[in-house]
């Protein structure tokens, strides 16, 4: 124990101060944002609160280490954490005792050092009296020369009769230097703390003296019809005498040069002359000074009248998107009816903004969605800034941070703007179905509605600048694999131009143009170096990738290059040709096999079809069943879509069993259990109904559902087919898993038209109005498996049917 009460550890935690020093007996705020710094404080609050603070020798340094701390520190007892924005802290502490630091036992995650207690003693005498008397004189005096000085502060003094205490409430009120108020703590004693403090006090009162002649001076020059620039000369005067005016005059004038040169709107300029006025009163010492500044720097950077020249030659425009992505025809087709518009608006009306809907690019990932953004940038001749918004769950990043807090800077918008260096980028919004929401932070999707609206984005205010930016001159282009979670509202401003995967040939296209020729130049290799057949490339894409894009495949003929270069640099080879016999032994067994005719090999099996955010996929559906009383149990994470539909199903066979030729009484004898594998996958949507009653019709008639078949759309209680969307990604699904039939509702035929034709000749396309005619192309004329002998039913939940 010491004279504070508290047991002073043998070991304690260091926090790192750079802008003040702690006091005992002083409750003080902190403000933390180094990482170390914020971890110990977060520890220390969930221990027993008691760390010790000690200022670092150089506010400047960042990362300090014990040589950067001075040897003499304050324990302090932390009370209360508050988390402030940009992942910043302030915590309240007291000071409890003065302690000297030893050894540190601890750099990481955060210094830990031996630590000893070092109490001042009081020391009263009548010396120790005289020289309180005497420091309660001159903080008088220095109150009296001060504006604004505490009066209660010279009160409180008086009546205090520790020594110490009393060089603490003035060094710590006083605005000393650092290295004085470390002076006041060092000192050993209470006549020693009592000597600083009147050396300090002394100087003080000597340069307000000299400022009171140097303002008597200045008045004095002036004359009575210049006292207009009374508060000017006398600033200049301060800074003379401190050697400060030359630096800051060659600041504001470089500010301004900045100003004159960015030409902001006059609203911006007017703004930018208000605060550059403040600025030049400041002292360069002062917080506010290089609050104001970052401010200034951001309106003089950004591009108010910076533009690129466009590039509106339409068929160069048609070159450079073929040449840099295959196929896509109807895409790029939009593209240039984009473009087309904009190109006669600039010549006929002189318009440099198309005022007109956002392009939203929707697919699933690896089709080419951020590259033809590039595309887009490279024909027109501008530049091209992408901000990717996954996971963003922050108004503020869109927005910005209004000035009054600590830290505060423009959103990403305004940012990425900066970068460009012109007022008309082609933006990328990558993934803008992945935004966020939080309560406490806001919605970055709301955010977003000024800056995509045409008819609003001229006047785009960041909180953080509070002035007009027009955003009408830029082209937005937003990315996401599905449209779904995209803010209804953010949707409509958009123009959604749906892409759909590639089919086996257009893969093996765009393998042969664009990704071999890539992966060998990224890897060193020469042409004649690295040679992949045709019967090769047809079976890495077969059985090595399934996917509605080409990441994947990129991926694999990049692993087949480094494979070349490793026998390459190792001298086995001089050249490596992948053929079918080498392949496996390359990049090992294949990972995908046309698994559907392997999978329908028992009644009660079906093959249905899928629309996901990475393209389309095959689902299998099996149904089984146990002695019971017609209840119905799912498993395989369905959502509430594909629950009801199977409800719908099954309500649906039993009301026209009899019609259908089924047996009405399995309906009322035997519980069934629907489940849909991959169950740690979540899967809703309303386009499993077919399948799902196919499966229950199979299971029930003993007929097995087609092994070479797959099959989509809603089903309704009177057994109409209703249409589903995504058609063309399922129907290249299921050509990927070997599937060569497939039946869809009939009111999607005119959806058949974005199928290649390649596709369309070598697979059948049944369409179908009702559930009845889907069953009899589906379900094969005689039973091939035998029935699924009975099980025991156990704990089965869900909806009963009526028997």
């Known amino acids: ?55 670092q020798k150089d506010m400047d340094l960042e990362e300090v280490g014990p040589d950067d701390l001075y040897g003499i520190g304050t324990l302090v007892k932390l009370h209360h954490l508050l988390q402030l924005p940009n992942d910043t802290i302030k915590i309240m502490v007291q000071g409890m005792e003065r302690v000297r630091v030893g050894e540190y036992v601890q750099t990481e995650p955060y210094l830990k050092a031996h630590v000893t207690a070092w109490p001042d003693a009081s020391q009263e005498s009548d010396e ?54 470390q002076a006041v703590l060092e000192a050993d004693g209470g006549m020693a703390k009592l000597r600083e403090i009147s050396r300090i006090l002394g100087s003080e009162i000597q340069i307000q003296e000299l400022g009171q002649k140097l303002q008597t001076d200045v008045q004095t020059s002036l004359g009575k019809t210049q006292k207009d620039f009374f508060l000017r000369e006398q600033i200049k005067a ?108 600039h010549d006929r009306l002189g318009e440099s903004s198309l005022k007109g809907p956002i392009l939203c690019l929707v697919g699933p990932p690896g089709v080419g969605k951020t590259s033809l953004g590039q595309s887009i940038a490279r024909a027109l001749g501008r530049k091209f800034v992408r901000m990717s918004l996954g996971g963003m769950r922050d108004e503020s990043e869109i927005r910005g941070h209004r000035r009054t807090y600590i830290g505060a800077m423009p959103g990403r918008i305004l940012q990425a703007i900066k970068r460009s260096g012109s007022n ?44 007009p930016f027009d955003l009408s001159k830029v082209l937005f282009i937003a990315t996401a694999n599905v449209l779904d979670p995209i803010l209804p509202a953010l949707r409509d401003r958009m123009e959604i131009l749906q892409l759909s995967g590639y089919t086996h040939a257009e893969k093996r296209e765009i393998a042969r143009r664009y990704l071999i020729p890539k992966q060998v130049e990224e890897h060193g290799l020469h042409v004649r170096e690295f040679d992949l057949s045709d019967e090769a490339l047809d079976m890495l894409i077969a059985e090595y990738t399934r996917e509605a894009g080409v990441r994947n495949l990129e991926r694999e003929i990049a692993s087949l290059c480094r494979k070349a270069a490793t026998q390459l640099t190792t001298g086995e080879v001089e050249s490596l040709t992948i053929t079918p016999s080498n392949l496996r032994d390359l990049l090992g067994k294949p990972r995908h096999y046309p698994e559907a005719a392997e999978m329908l090999d028992r009644p009660g099996i079906s093959t249905g079809l899928a629309w996901t955010e990475t393209g389309g996929d095959i689902l299998f559906i099996e149904v089984t069943r146990l002695p019971g009383k017609g209840r119905l149990k799912i498993t395989g994470q369905l959502g509430d879509v594909m629950k009801e539909s199977a409800q719908a199903a099954l309500s649906y066979l039993a009301s026209r069993a009899d019609e259908l030729g089924l047996d009405e009484a399995h309906f009322c004898e035997y519980d069934y259990h629907l489940h849909v594998p991959a169950g740690a996958i979540p899967k809703d949507g309303p386009s499993a109904g077919i399948a799902i009653t196919a499966a229950i019709a199979s299971l029930v008639s003993g007929r097995q559902v087609r092994p070479s078949i797959a099959m989509t759309g809603e089903v309704t209680l009177r057994g109409k087919v209703l249409p589903v969307g995504g058609i063309k990604e399922k129907v290249l699904a299921a050509r990927r898993a070997g599937i060569s039939t497939v039946i869809l509702p009939r009111r999607n035929e005119p959806d058949l038209e974005d199928i290649p034709d390649e596709i369309l000749r070598t697979m059948q396309i049944i369409l179908v109005d009702g559930i009845d005619e889907a069953l009899s192309h589906a379900l094969t004329p005689l039973a091939r498996a035998a029935e699924v002998p009975a099980q025991s039913p156990a704990n089965l939940d869900g909806p009963r049917m009526g028997c």
């Not at 802008?19 to 003080?28: A, E, K, N, R, T």
């Not at 502060?153 to 650092?178: R, S």
């Not at 008819?455 to 785009?460: H, K, S, V, Y």
């Open 1 to 55: 124990m010491t004279g504070s009460g508290v047991a002073i550890p043998e070991v304690s935690p260091i926090l790192a101060i750079r802008d003040m020093v702690v006091y005992p007996g002083v409750v003080v705020p902190i403000t933390i944002g180094r990482e170390k710094s914020l971890r110990l404080s977060r520890e220390a609050m969930e221990g027993d609160q008691l760390l010790t603070v000690v200022t």
């Open 128 to 181: 120790a009296r005289a020289l309180m008397a005497a420091i309660n004189q001159q903080l008088l005096r220095y109150g009296e020369m001060i504006q604004g000085f505490p009066e209660e502060l010279a009160t409180i003094a008086l009546n205090l009769e520790d020594p110490v205490k009393l060089a603490y409430l003035v060094g710590f009120n006083l605005p000393l230097k650092l290295t004085e108020r």
């Open 238 to 345: 301060i800074q003379k005498e401190l050697g400060e005016g030359d630096e800051r005059e060659a600041e504001v004038s470089e500010l301004r040069e900045k100003l004159a040169e960015a030409a902001p709107p006059p609203e911006a300029l007017k703004e930018a002359e208000r605060e550059l006025g403040r600025l030049e009163r400041l002292p360069p010492g002062s917080a506010e000074h290089s609050v104001i500044r970052t401010y200034l720097d951001w309106i003089v950077d950004l591009p108010w009248n910076r533009s690129t020249p466009d590039n509106l030659d339409i068929a160069r425009a048609k070159e450079i998107l073929d040449e840099d992505h295959y196929d896509l025809t109807k895409i790029k087709q939009r593209i240039l009816e984009y473009l087309a518009v904009y190109k006669l608006k």
């Open 424 to 467: 008309n980028p082609v933006f990328m919004l990558d993934e803008i179905d992945k935004l966020g929401a939080d309560l406490l932070r806001g919605d970055p999707a709301s955010a977003l509605l000024e800056v995509l609206d045409p008819a609003q984005n001229r006047d785009f205010r960041d909180h953080y600048l509070d002035l």
